[in-house]
Structure formats: structure tokens, C-alpha cells
């Protein structure tokens, strides 16, 4: 995988993490642009919107294959074995997140096989989850089932009427949620703006840069497409934060995550296009096996934060140190789950942390 797909997922489970840690310890920021309602919240608390990034990253992974011409989807044969590489990418560890989901909190039958079957986001009576990260796992599984179509489509009706006809759709569908839903039907609400359709954009915007990269079609400067992109998502988080105030109506996160979309999709395309200071930070090797390590440490790090911690935390030194332990234990876990259960079948393990081969390996390589 390319070294900075590995850095911008990184990034996005760093900020997931800082946004469920420091939960219950945020103090309250007042405002720094004199006579406006603009706080300082937007430049911190934020990291939910380290998902939006994880589908968009997705969307690029799982088609540039296809794009660069190493896979082929032509026939049912080729979407047999993408749909089985993808299950045993995605499911083992998804189940293994279930049976804790189920063992913390039981559900009814008819839940428990919507949770088991994965295609939970499909049921309007929606899920409360106790390891509530879940719910991006189900949206991630129904990509992954819908991308052969999604490839077919783009084929038939070329990469920006794809990318535009989805925009809109998602755009609409997002509008719709919140404005018949939101705030009266928590669930409601999040059933159809977290649905496949309406974040389906994020996956084709993915797609597009993935297809632009392969193509050497990336020809504005990276600095001009990072500096654009930071300024779209910054504006994107102040956007959110005022509908949090209640200083604009909820119907407006719609149109926000578009403009948040396509900050990230901006600087994913400029951290891609050329050698830049970022591309290096990126490329960091520590940073890079944070993102390799990313699924498994999404899956285990509420968990383990509902074990160590109360609901009602307190904003002192024993917090912050319980935090760094937190971390330590995150990490481990994640190490291990990533090594035995998302690739249980490989054998030579040190490339997965971006170790050196075995000497024995490097003789093969040699002879």
C-alpha cells in the first residue's frame, strides 16, 4: 500500500481516538472572534470527522487495483474473489467485535441476526451499540458489497457523471434525514444520514482520486491543493460546531459534510501528487503502522475505554495518566488482533509491521 494511504489513516485513528479519550474531560472554550459565536472547539473536538476520512481513504484503496490494472472486475469469477478477499479482510474481526457487542449487550433475535449477518445499516429500526464505533463497520461492509456495481457503473457512465449523480443523491438524502428526523429521532435520523446512500460519496470521491493518481492527472500544485483542502475542513468543523450552538438549523450539516469531503479529498490528492513536507510526515514509519493497525484499533479502543473508565470523568493528573496506560493497552491489543485475526493467514508477520524479512526470506529473495 502507498505509504501515505498508510499515514492519512494514521492520522484519521489518532483523531478517533482524541475525540473518544477526551470525551468527558473537555472544558468549556469560549469564543476567539470577538461579537461572533465562533469558539475554539472546532480546532480541537473534532475527530468524529476522522471517519469521513476512513470512507474516502476506503474508497481509494479498494478501487485503485482495479484502476492500476492488477485486479480486473470483467466477470462473476473476478467479483467471486474480490467479495472473498474481502470477507476474510473484513469479517473475522467483525465478528469477534459482535460476540463482545452481544456478551455487553444482549439484543433480540432479530437484531442479533442483522449484527451477525453485518448489513445491520439495512434495518430501520436502527441499533444502539454499546462499542457504538460499529456503526461505520456496517456502512464499510455495504460499500464493500456494492463497489463491483459501483465499477461497472463508472464504466458505463464515465468517472464525474458517476461522481456527480452520487453527490447529489447523497447530498439529498442527508438534507432529508436531517430535516424530518433531526433532533426529535436520534435513531431515525442516524439511519438515514449515516446510511450507504448518503455516504456513499465519500467512497466515489475516494474512487476519483484513485483514478486521477493512477492516470498522472493530478497536475495543480500540492501546496495549493493541501492549503485548499485544510481551509475546507476547518471551515467544515466551525460549520458543525455552530449547529451545535444552535446557531444554525441541523438541515445545514448536510451541505457541511460535502464542504468537509471535499476538504479531505483536496488534500489527499496534493499529499499524493508530489514530494511535499507533509507527504514526509505522512510516510513516518511509527504513523504508518498506526494506520496499517487502524481497523483493529477502532475496533477495541471503546471497549477497553468503557473498562478502564467511568462515564463521569474528572479533568485531572490521574485522568491523564490513566490515558497514556489506555493508550499502551490499545496498542497491544490492537497489535495482536491485527497479527491473529485480520491476517491469521500469513505467515510472515514482520511486514506487517514494517519490519525487516527473516534472514531466511532474504536468502529466497537472493537466490
Not at 475525540?19 to 472554550?29: A, D, F, L, Q, W
Not at 465478528?95 to 451477525?116: D, Q, R, Y
Request: net charge positive; aromatic share 14%.
Amino acid at each position: 500500500m502507498i505509504p501515505i494511504i498508510n499515514g492519512l489513516r494514521g492520522l484519521a485513528i489518532l483523531a478517533v481516538l482524541l475525540e473518544h479519550v477526551t470525551s468527558g474531560v473537555r472544558p468549556s472554550i469560549g469564543p476567539f472572534i470577538p461579537w461572533t459565536s465562533i469558539s475554539l472547539a472546532p480546532l480541537i473536538w473534532n475527530g468524529w470527522t476522522g471517519v469521513n476520512l476512513f470512507f474516502i481513504l476506503s474508497g481509494f484503496v479498494l478501487f485503485f487495483p482495479y484502476v492500476n490494472g492488477r485486479r480486473t472486475l470483467t466477470c462473476w469469477r473476478d467479483a467471486r474473489i474480490y467479495y472473498w478477499r474481502r470477507f476474510l479482510r473484513l469479517m473475522p474481526l467483525y465478528w469477534a467485535a459482535i460476540l463482545l457487542e452481544l456478551v455487553m449487550a444482549p439484543k433480540s433475535l432479530t437484531e442479533t441476526a442483522w449484527l451477525v449477518s453485518g448489513l445491520f445499516s439495512l434495518s430501520p429500526s436502527g441499533s444502539r451499540f454499546w462499542n457504538w464505533p460499529l456503526w461505520s463497520i456496517g456502512v464499510e461492509i455495504l460499500f464493500s458489497i456494492a463497489l463491483p456495481i459501483l465499477v461497472l457503473a463508472w464504466q458505463r457512465l464515465g468517472a464525474w457523471r458517476l461522481v456527480l449523480t452520487v453527490l447529489l443523491v447523497a447530498l439529498t438524502v442527508r438534507s432529508a434525514g436531517y430535516l424530518f428526523f433531526a433532533p426529535t429521532n436520534d435513531i431515525a435520523t442516524s439511519y438515514v444520514v449515516n446510511s450507504i446512500i448518503a455516504r456513499l460519496d465519500e467512497f466515489v470521491l475516494g474512487m476519483l482520486v484513485a483514478k486521477l493518481y493512477f492516470s498522472r492527472m493530478i497536475t495543480i500544485p500540492s501546496a495549493f491543493l493541501i492549503s485548499t483542502g485544510l481551509v475546507l475542513v476547518l471551515a467544515a468543523w466551525i460549520g458543525n460546531d455552530l449547529v451545535r450552538q444552535d446557531v444554525w438549523i441541523p438541515v445545514m450539516r448536510a451541505p457541511i459534510n460535502n464542504v468537509l469531503d471535499l476538504g479531505f479529498t483536496l488534500t489527499l490528492a496534493g499529499a499524493l501528487a508530489s514530494a511535499s513536507r507533509l507527504s514526509g510526515l505522512l510516510s513516518w514509519p511509527p504513523l504508518q503502522i498506526l494506520g496499517m493497525m487502524c481497523y483493529s484499533i477502532y475496533i477495541w479502543h471503546v471497549p477497553i475505554l468503557r473498562a478502564l473508565f467511568s462515564p463521569s470523568r474528572v479533568d485531572d493528573v490521574a485522568y491523564v495518566m490513566g490515558s497514556v496506560g489506555y493508550l499502551l493497552i490499545v496498542l497491544l491489543l490492537a497489535a495482536i488482533s491485527y497479527r491473529f485475526i485480520e491476517f491469521f493467514g500469513v505467515r510472515e508477520w514482520r511486514p506487517l509491521f514494517l519490519l525487516k524479512p527473516t534472514a531466511m526470506r532474504e536468502a529466497r529473495v537472493r537466490s
